[in-house]
């Protein structure tokens, strides 16, 4: 069993920059793939990034393609997202997860263990 712990959330005017990071404890987590999801109010939850277990691999939602990157540290077990150049678009809570299988997939289906989510909001 994985607990996941976001961090770092907050408020932010557009074009600014946000790094939220999750902490991880129990589990294996050096061979799950991450990654961070975010539901805004009236949406259905929607993939952001992913990193594979080896950090070699990662792949990320057109809407955040060159703004956001994804890390992890395999030894302080926390994958992080730094958020740049944000939009109020990108306003919503954000969610870490960790997919046992290790694929990285985009589809929230496919993860396993969730945090309980960091409200990032964005103000034009």
């Known amino acids: 069993q994985v607990q996941l712990v976001e961090s770092g959330g907050g408020l932010v005017q557009a074009g600014g920059s946000l790094r939220l990071s999750c902490a991880a404890s129990?589990?294996?987590?050096?061979?799950?793939?991450l990654g961070w999801f975010r539901q805004a109010p009236g949406k259905e939850r929607e993939f952001v990034t992913a990193?594979?277990?080896?950090?070699?691999?990662?792949s990320y939602a057109d809407s955040v393609k060159g703004r956001f990157t994804i890390s992890r540290d395999n030894i302080k077990k926390m994958v992080s997202l730094q958020m740049n150049s944000l939009k109020p678009d990108d306003t919503a809570v954000y969610y870490c997860a960790a997919d046992r299988l290790g694929s990285g997939s985009s589809r929230t289906n496919d993860y396993d263990y969730w945090g309980q989510g960091t409200q990032v909001t964005v103000s034009s």
């Open positions: 990193i594979s277990w080896s950090g070699d691999k990662r």
């Open positions: 129990g589990g294996t987590f050096v061979t799950y793939a």
